[in-house]
């Protein structure tokens, strides 16, 4: 199947290609040549192959096919570029955009690739955007042919025109190898550097080896004998005494003495340069090794570690998606006190249009919203097998077969609209066009959805304990207070309601010629599976892509905080070894804790997602030390609440706790008086050594505490039968005890 971002490379013919755009109604495809556009200032228009032509080049050994890598810079909401400095990036993307956005329509594009092109358009927006945008509007058409040309390669979203090749400027500044005339020290002093007072030379090869060569000696046993603790000051210092100074011999009386002067300013660095490269050198975790020792920086500084058929091709062409309210309470799962219920859940499906099968839904209690629905897209794509196995529902392959990545997907407007960065992601990522749903694209298509809805709430769900009856009686209890199942056990009940749906529903009238000769069942399973092969190709399937990919195409963008001790995300803490070698719990600890922006999936709270500067997706583990961790597995809205339960359980516990701080020490003062009293005009004791029998009046003490007990056990006992033949005189005691009270 050729699908929006295919990239296909062919090493021996030296070919590398990006399929930009694909019209499965002409059967072609705009393909741009990568190994000019990465490069190139002014990008041209994608050529155009067929899809013959492109499956001929694909059969060749030396060919291969995987998912172009964008710049990820592009997947970006607006706020993370904007943390990264990239304010100027926002204004030129957005001016760009306010000048092609009129030629950005899908029909306007088709036509740019496919057919006419867009003269008569570009020449009419020369003259518009004079009078719309006269300070920033383009002269030129060449201008015009070039962003757009940008824009369709780069993923027909907005991002496709940030300025992402400008953050190379500068990082291939040529460094001379040695000191010479053209090292000229970089900075404001002007191109020749006149116009600052320092007159130093600028950084060499050289330099930054001796640099090297000095840390390298304070690091080692025989600097560690005159630099027992590292500071930047005495680094520069030797490196200044070291390399920074000519050595005059003289020979005075058959003796050598050597005299060190220091260079001219024009043959020197700065201090501040100095500082600025050894810095890029020892980092902080390496000045505290160094400072320290590996030993005592493992155990006083290292890190610890203890988510309308029209148009229509075929199958997987477009998803829709819709969500209701369902008619039932939930309950909650982590106080089994009472029954308590967790509110209505919000249901979320996802429906293939060609088929009418569900492919894929979810559960949750905000919304509706475009986060629930992206929730809803990324189950769409992924294996219902393994998905259905986490809810304790054994299915097979032929049972839920909805595991394929769309061409389009079509969403409702209003709430559920989505955010413009998520069609920019899911385009950029996954190659998904987005559309809004309209009465233009959908017809009655709002119809398929709602039908499903129905069919849940009225076949399943109102014939559960705790739905909502449709005509409540009055004096009749809520239904809030008869809430049965709990969320795992209502995923389960819906994922056999839809298999049952899928297999069973009646669409013999979307049969079409094809499948009536193929004899096919009439179900929207049966439907589904004949159209990925006659019509699709076999589809895409998502179990192919990589798992990271699609949960950073799908799901919103949040933010987590990198610490010493964890990655910490609404409460939790999770861990990854990815994270752990990038040194990033260190640079935490010893800078400071920073963010990262994350993607979860809502109702699995065991993972969350991360895309590197490199374009690695990057899975983060919960912690879970000896498996006791009560989150792992869960969905996210019970486990909110109860974090929110253990917030009010510390406060209470912090309030008890300063009570009886406060009666603790009161009892303290007390005693202290008491014991005051008892040594009020005993002469103060000046001797130093310990004070001789110690231990002998230690036993005269416990010897008084046992006679204390005995005597306070028989009085209990004479009190207890009223029997005066128990009185005992303190003269019936033995001797001891007369020498004791003598």
């Avoid at 060749?60 to 607006?78: F, G, I, R, T, W």
């Avoid at 201008?143 to 190379?168: D, H, M």
């Avoid at 005299?259 to 050198?281: A, C, D, G, N, V």
Wanted: overall charge neutral.
């Amino acid at each position: 199947m050729i699908y929006v971002g295919q990239y296909i490379v062919d090493e021996k013919q030296g070919l590398a290609l990006r399929v930009c755009h694909v019209s499965h109604a002409c059967q072609q495809a705009a393909v741009a040549d990568m190994n000019i556009a990465d490069i190139a200032i002014n990008i041209a228009k994608p050529d155009i192959y067929s899809f013959d032509e492109l499956h001929t080049l694909l059969k060749k050994n030396s060919a291969s096919s995987s998912q172009h890598q964008l710049p990820a810079e592009m997947s970006y909401s607006d706020k993370v570029l904007i943390g990264m400095n990239r304010d100027k990036w926002l204004e030129k993307r957005d001016k760009k955009f306010a000048l092609i956005e009129p030629l950005t329509s899908e029909a306007l594009i088709a036509q740019y690739l496919y057919r006419g092109g867009l003269s008569e358009e570009i020449t009419a927006l020369l003259t518009s955007n004079m009078d719309t945008f006269p300070e920033m509007a383009w002269t030129t058409r060449g201008a015009y042919y070039n962003a757009l040309n940008r824009y369709i390669v780069f993923g027909c979203q907005v991002n496709a025109l940030l300025p992402f090749k400008n953050k190379n400027i500068g990082r291939n500044y040529l460094i001379p190898a040695s000191p010479g005339a053209n090292n000229v020290k970089r900075g404001r002093g002007g191109a020749n550097n006149t116009t600052s007072r320092s007159k130093s030379i600028g950084i060499t090869q050289l330099h930054k080896a001796q640099l090297s060569k000095i840390v390298a000696y304070m690091k080692s046993k025989d600097g560690k004998k005159w630099f027992p603790k590292f500071t930047f000051k005495k680094a520069i210092e030797l490196y200044q005494y070291q390399y920074e100074t000519s050595v005059v011999e003289r020979n005075i009386e058959n003796t050598t003495h050597e005299t060190r002067i220091p260079f001219e300013e024009t043959q020197s660095l700065s201090q501040e340069q100095i500082r600025y490269h050894l810095k890029s050198i020892v980092d902080k975790k390496l000045y505290l090794q160094i400072r320290h020792g590996q030993i005592s920086y493992e155990k006083d500084f290292a890190d610890r570690q203890g988510a309308a058929h029209d148009g229509v091709i075929g199958a997987t062409y477009r998803y829709e998606i819709d969500a209701t309210v369902l008619d039932l309470y939930v309950r909650y799962p982590f106080d089994v006190s009472g029954q308590y219920s967790m509110g209505r859940p919000v249901l979320y499906f996802v429906i293939d249009v060609y088929s009418t099968m569900i492919v894929g839904f979810y559960l949750g209690f905000d919304g509706p919203n475009w986060e629930g629905a992206s929730q809803a897209l990324l189950n769409a794509c992924s294996c219902k097998v393994t998905f259905s196995a986490r809810y304790g529902v054994s299915i097979s392959e032929r049972d839920w077969p909805a595991h394929h990545i769309p061409v389009q997907v079509t969403v409702d407007n209003g709430t559920e609209h989505p955010d413009k960065i998520i069609l920019s992601v899911l385009q950029s990522e996954l190659g998904i066009r987005g559309y809004n749903f309209t009465a233009v694209f959908r017809g009655d298509a709002k119809g398929t959805v709602e039908s499903k809805f129905n069919c849940i709430n009225n076949e399943s769900i109102h014939f559960t304990a705790g739905a909502i009856p449709e005509a409540a009686q009055r004096g009749e209890q809520h239904a809030s207070n008869r809430a049965f199942w709990d969320y795992d056990s209502l995923i389960a009940e819906i994922i056999q309601s839809i298999i049952l749906h899928n297999n069973t529903a009646d669409r013999l009238h979307r049969l079409d010629i094809n499948a009536i000769r193929t004899n096919i069942d009439i179900t929207p399973n049966a439907l589904y599976l004949h159209s990925l092969k006659q019509e699709m190709n076999g589809g895409r399937d998502g179990r192919l892509e990589d798992p990271g990919r699609l949960r950073w195409a799908f799901l919103p963008e949040e933010e987590a905080t990198v610490r010493a001790d964890g990655i910490y995300f609404k409460g939790l803490v999770y861990y990854s070894d990815y994270a752990k070698k990038a040194g990033w719990f260190s640079k935490a600890k010893h800078d400071k804790p920073f963010k990262i922006p994350i993607k979860r999936p809502k109702d699995w709270t065991s993972n969350i997602w991360h895309k590197t500067d490199s374009n690695q997706y990057v899975a983060f583990d919960l912690k879970n030390v000896n498996d006791e961790s009560p989150f792992v597995g869960q969905h996210w809205e019970p486990v909110l609440h109860l974090l929110e339960q253990f917030k009010d359980k510390r406060h209470k516990n912090r309030l008890n706790a300063k009570k009886l701080r406060v009666f603790k020490q009161q009892l303290t003062e007390q005693l202290k008086l008491i014991n005051e009293e008892l040594l009020q005009g005993v002469k103060e004791n000046t001797r130093i050594s310990m004070q001789p029998r110690v231990k002998e009046r230690q036993a005269q003490f416990k010897a008084m505490q046992q006679l204390k007990h005995a005597i306070e056990a028989q009085e209990a006992l004479m009190n207890g039968n009223k029997d005066d033949s128990f009185t005992t005189n303190i003269g019936q005691l033995d001797d001891l005890d007369n020498e004791m009270y003598e």
